[in-house]
């Protein structure tokens, strides 16, 4: 059993998912393997709603898998999102998750890709 802020969690696989589980967190932490800005990440996952996003941006930087920088040299306001060294140790995790979705969608023939 593992415990982080008195939240129980049964087994490693649980610890996992407390990090990069959910419908967003995984799409989000494989777009940050390369430093984006937030404008950038809503390209990227059109289907996300900003608020979403933002929610999810937030866990990820207090998990400690994020790191936010704000640039306030000119107007406007930029911010830029990548891994920390902690985030980082999840790539090769992310990677294999998506090489696993494009096998699946090769021989699956019921999966179409569509632009």
Not at 31 to 48: A, D, F, G, N
Not at 52 to 58: I, P
Request: charged content about 30%; some cysteine; proline content about 4%.
């Amino acid at each position: 059993m593992y415990c982080i802020d008195n939240k129980k969690f049964p087994c490693s696989t649980s610890l996992t998912m407390k990090y990069i589980g959910g419908k967003w967190k995984a799409v989000i932490l494989i777009h940050l393997i390369e430093k984006k800005r937030y404008s950038e990440l809503r390209k990227e996952c059109p289907s996300i709603t900003e608020r979403t996003l933002s929610l999810q941006l937030k866990e990820m930087e207090a998990d400690g898998l994020i790191k936010r920088t704000v640039h306030t040299t000119k107007p406007p306001l930029k911010v830029d999102y990548e891994l920390t060294d902690f985030g980082k140790t999840l790539i090769p995790i992310l990677k294999s998750i998506s090489e696993w979705g494009t096998e699946t969608a090769k021989n699956n023939k019921s999966i179409q890709l569509v632009e």
